[in-house]
């Protein structure tokens, strides 16, 4: 851990990730199954506290996140979920430059290709929440 944990953070996280909390969260986000569920609990946490746990917690669960999205065996949806995740992430400065530094930019870039309208959309959602919220870029 980066730093100290909110207790409401640490709270959360252990609600939906078992008791070891979002660190050991990417291990359940790539378990075949139950990718969908942890990816909804992903969301439900950034969407609670922003980037903060993933700041607490390091890059794990954006460098899953980008995996997931990527992997040619997932379903449309864990991809399409995946990368909302990705674009809920990057809704900071700081959470933008975590997507691209895990290397979702160039998967984006080709998802712009996917046959699924909604992959197409979801990249492209990535594409502009790093744009708009990040000084490098």
Known sequence: MEAAARPEIVDASQRRFGSQGMPHGGARLMSTGDE?????????????????PIRIFGQEIPSCLAQLAQKSDSPEEIRVE????????????RGALLVAEVGALP?????????D???REAAMRVLNQVQQNSDVF
Do not use: H, K
């Not at 969908?36 to 903060?52: H, K, N, P, T, W």
């Not at 909302?84 to 992430?89: E, F, K, Q, R, S």
């Open 36 to 52: 969908l569920r942890a990816l909804q609990d992903v969301r439900s946490i950034l969407s609670e506290f922003g980037e903060e």
């Open 107 to 115: 998967l984006c870039v080709r998802m712009l290709q996917s046959s």
């Open 117 to 119: 309208e909604a992959t």
């Open 82 to 93: 995946a990368l909302a995740a990705l674009a809920d992430l990057a809704g900071s400065n």
